[in-house]
């Protein structure tokens, strides 16, 4: 499903909002108390050819954050009151793409040079930093970095893109260098770099992306801190990208088809998204174009959404294939928030990671739009730590969302709490228009009993007094007006702990989804065969059926070296001749064979002596 045909792809015609649009009110427990907060429009009266938009109307305004200026110094020129931000000697090297000339000596903005080789070599022949007062283009391949302890700045006054690198010839490296956007600029419209035309951006060890707080613009929405990409690729293999800030985007955002490739040490840390995506998002508020997240290692922590995705935001498609989607195999998303500032709906919030979708075929203004949900895959996942104010502080899925949960390569979801009580899973499914809208519909599902490594839950059913429930009763369609509430447990195997390589922790969200939040398609694990173990009991030849009791509860347990572990407890009734199927076993648990390791022992029959044979 990752090729697609050329026409297949979608125009910017084709672009339709479906941020979540739930109202912020869902956070209260009966859909009967949930209230509009804030209209929606559908504009219906478009020019023939063009297709329906979702237009937020709510007028209000988000509070601007902003940081406390640091104290002044004295320095050889104004524009950067932190001394660090000097460089070197005090002096700067004027770097300006547009107009710049390479004959100049950058000296000032209207002696500046024109290409970044000829200010790095000024620069590190006076120990100064560069200050960037005009786009530096690049369109062929290069490796950008300095000698330690030089930057490049962005010049006072200066608010567009530091450098674009653009076309399918370039290919650039960023390498021992720090980029910074003098946030004390208060007025910067773009991001850092834009990445565009099949163009290549790689980051490495040693580079920094830092200090690009783009301005609140309430009738412009701005994409992008660091990096924004537009049909192009980002390559992070290490550096870190820190304190930026934009609408959508706080980090990083992903467009018009784009992929981003994250592993080895990298960063992306202390990042604002006003809305959406506070380290990464895949898309903007439009479904218009398929963008892709390999994740395989790194850290992502500490960034924040307003209302969706605090660590990373995947949108959805207006077309069939033509979603964002994110495999995620390796790396760390920690310590994020979706903090329910936004102006555009967070009831499903996802701290962690946030997966967007909607119904299936969606009627608009005489359009029929076929939706395809955002999709998240996932393997060898330990979710735990995480917080949220409501329900599924680990995991939380809305009406529209299909969520499996699979054995092999799987998760471990335990710990985590909304108010202080233990909330690991939560599901509501409602075809309900009002308040879903076309986020309605009802959830697929499919979970498991075991978790990573094969290891047993032991789920809980919140709704039923903490009960032990078999999840499997859930798999399927759930119907419209369910709720599905669950507690894992707070324990987990050390062995199970072993097998994670996906971190997904101490994520805190202002209504639910700590760890993540879905309205699109999770997917976690590896789908394989499982297997199914009948119980039956026999009785002696010399017990009378008048002895034997209506009922025998047998517990099922499996044993690795000196650890036992139970399975479960298997109710065997008489009426159905003390035979009990246990299914969804998985086929290997640590390399051993379910049928070699698995064993049976009755409870509560003391009046007899139990034999147990395969």
């Given at each position: 499903t990752d090729d697609q045909r050329e026409d297949d792809s979608a125009t910017e015609e084709d672009s339709v909002n479906i941020e979540e649009t739930t109202d912020e009110n869902l956070i209260e427990e009966d859909e009967s108390q949930i209230a509009d907060e804030k209209p929606i429009e559908i504009i219906d009266d478009q020019k023939q050819g063009e297709e329906a938009e979702i237009i937020e109307t709510s007028p209000e305004k988000e509070a601007d954050r902003q940081e406390t200026p640091k104290a002044e110094s004295i320095v050889s020129f104004t524009a950067y009151s932190d001394p660090m931000r000097a460089g070197g000697n005090g002096q700067g090297v004027y770097l300006n793409g547009v107009s710049g000339n390479d004959a100049n000596g950058g000296t000032s903005q209207d002696d500046a040079v024109k290409t970044f080789a000829k200010a790095k070599k000024l620069a590190e022949d006076k120990n100064s930093d560069i200050i960037v007062v005009g786009t530096v283009t690049i369109n062929d391949s290069q490796e950008l970095s300095l000698k330690d302890g030089l930057k490049v700045l962005r010049g006072e006054g200066f608010n567009k893109f530091l450098f674009e690198i653009t076309g399918s010839n370039a290919n650039v490296t960023l390498k021992d260098i720090t980029i910074d956007g003098n946030s004390e600029n208060k007025e910067i419209e773009e991001s850092l770099i834009k990445v565009s035309s099949g163009a290549t951006l790689n980051i490495t060890d040693g580079a920094v992306l830092r200090n690009n707080k783009i301005k609140n613009n309430d009738n412009n929405v701005t994409t992008g801190g660091a990096v924004y990409l537009k049909?192009?690729?980002?390559?992070?293999?290490?550096?870190?990208?820190?304190?930026?800030?934009?609408?959508?985007?706080?980090?990083?955002?992903?467009?018009d088809g784009s992929t981003v490739e994250f592993s080895g040490n990298s960063e992306i840390k202390n990042n604002i998204a006003t809305e959406i995506g506070g380290g990464i998002s895949l898309g903007t508020f439009n479904a218009s174009s398929k963008n892709c997240l390999f994740m395989k290692g790194g850290t992502i922590t500490e960034n924040t959404a307003g209302a969706s995705g605090g660590g990373i935001f995947i949108q959805a498609g207006l077309r069939t294939y033509n979603h964002c989607i994110a495999y995620i195999e390796a790396g760390s998303i920690i310590k994020n928030k979706m903090d329910g500032t936004g102006k555009s709906n967070k009831a499903f919030g996802g701290a962690g990671i946030y997966v967007n979708g909607m119904m299936k075929n969606w009627e608009n203004g005489g359009n029929v739009y076929e939706i395809s949900n955002g999709e998240l895959y996932l393997k060898n996942a330990i979710i735990t730590d995480n917080s949220a104010d409501f329900e599924g502080a680990g995991l939380a899925v809305c009406p529209v969302s299909n969520t499996k949960i699979y054995v092999k390569d799987g998760a471990a979801i335990y710990n985590n709490k909304s108010k202080a009580i233990n909330n690991d899973f939560f599901l509501w499914s409602s075809k309900n228009i009002d308040p879903w809208e076309y986020h309605a519909g009802e959830s697929e599902l499919k979970m498991s009993n075991f978790m990573l490594g094969g290891f047993p839950y032991d789920w809980k059913d919140i709704y039923n007094n903490n009960?032990?429930?078999?999840?499997?009763?859930?798999?399927?369609?759930?119907?419209?007006?369910?709720?599905?509430?669950?507690?894992?447990?707070?324990?987990?195997?050390?062995?199970?702990?072993?097998?994670?390589?996906?971190?997904?922790?101490?994520?805190?969200?202002?209504?639910?989804?700590?760890?993540?939040?879905?309205?699109?398609?999770?997917?976690?694990g590896t789908d394989e065969p499982t297997k199914n173990i009948e119980i039956s009991k026999k009785w002696a030849a010399d017990i009378d059926d008048s002895q034997k009791p209506d009922k025998v509860i047998v517990r099922a347990y499996f044993k690795l070296g000196a650890d036992k572990y139970t399975i479960g407890e298997y109710i065997l009734e008489k009426s159905k001749g003390y035979v009990k199927r246990i299914t969804g076993l998985p086929d290997t648990i640590q390399g051993e064979k379910i049928e070699d390791i698995i064993g049976f022992e009755e409870v509560g029959l003391d009046n007899f002596e139990a034999k147990v044979s395969k």
């Open positions: 049909s192009s690729k980002l390559c992070m293999l290490g550096g870190i990208i820190e304190n930026c800030k934009a609408t959508i985007g706080g980090g990083i955002c992903a467009n009960n032990s429930v078999d999840v499997e009763k859930y798999n399927g369609k759930v119907p419209s007006g369910t709720k599905i509430d669950l507690f894992a447990g707070n324990y987990l195997p050390k062995s199970a702990a072993n097998l994670g390589k996906v971190l997904i922790a101490n994520n805190h969200s202002a209504t639910r989804g700590g760890g993540i939040g879905s309205n699109g398609t999770v997917i976690i």
